[in-house]
């Protein structure tokens, strides 16, 4: 189905306001690919805040001439191509279609033509090491692991020392000796004294002459000695 010329006009208008806000522009020579596949890759861009534009080589061309006063070979636009445009970060996008030429390693129908990165034009050898560099959500989530990882391996330290004094009843980690046990002071049981264990002391009554008289002197009997009983 023939483009007309309005048509043609609104998308080359769609394709400068595209190219013009992107961080980077990168572009792909397709070959068979299908609408799902096509719509797959979109998707997949569209979480990074980026396109995927298939347009005629010279819609291409004019846009950049008009947005960048860039001239465009053809010799750069081999085969079907489409335009990646990145816009919150420059590789995150690249980045994306990357994974997807990957997936379809063993039957290409991604390749990397060229890219317009950091204001130059780049090969399509240097826009695949462009493409290999993690994005900027990537790195930042490896600063923040790497700055994590010591704070959680010292309070790792600190679970493990704090279970080891426990179990080994230290004072603190550094000690050889067992922490000292609080001292349980356990009074004796005071025993019930009873009553009739108590011993009464008596106050000594004094003896007078009246009552020594009334105290009777006992005398041993003196034993009779019978005189048959004698030896002669």
């Known amino acids: 189905m023939a483009v007309t010329k309005a048509q043609k006009v609104s998308i080359l208008e769609n394709l400068k306001e595209s190219i013009k806000n992107a961080k980077s522009i990168s ?3 397709n070959n068979w690919l299908t609408v799902e596949e096509i719509t797959n890759l979109r998707k997949s861009l569209r979480e990074v805040n980026s396109t995927f534009t298939l347009a005629k080589k010279t819609l291409i061309k004019i846009a950049f001439k008009e947005v960048y006063n860039v001239e465009i070979d053809d010799s750069i636009l081999p085969g079907q191509i489409a335009v990646v445009c990145s816009n919150d970060d420059a590789v995150s996008a690249m980045g994306k279609v990357n994974e997807f030429i990957k997936e379809f390693k063993k039957d290409p129908k991604v ?9 130059e034009i780049k090969n399509a050898e240097d826009t695949k090491v462009i493409a290999s560099i993690p994005s900027r959500e990537t790195l930042l989530g490896r600063l923040v692991w790497s700055m994590q990882s010591p704070i959680a391996g010292l309070a790792r330290f600190f ?6 004094l426990t179990e080994e009843g230290k004072a ?36 007078t002459p009246e009552v020594k008289e009334e105290v009777a002197v006992v005398e041993t009997p003196t034993e009779e000695v019978k005189t048959e009983e004698k030896t002669a």
């Open 27 to 29: 572009f792909t020579t």
């Open 111 to 119: 390749v990397w033509a060229w890219s317009y990165f950091e204001w």
């Open 159 to 164: 679970d493990a020392a704090a279970k080891k």
């Open 172 to 207: 603190n980690l550094w000690s050889s000796a067992p922490a000292k046990k609080a001292e349980v002071k356990v009074e004796a049981p005071v025993e019930e004294v009873k009553a009739e264990e108590v011993a009464v002391v008596e106050t000594p009554v004094e003896v």
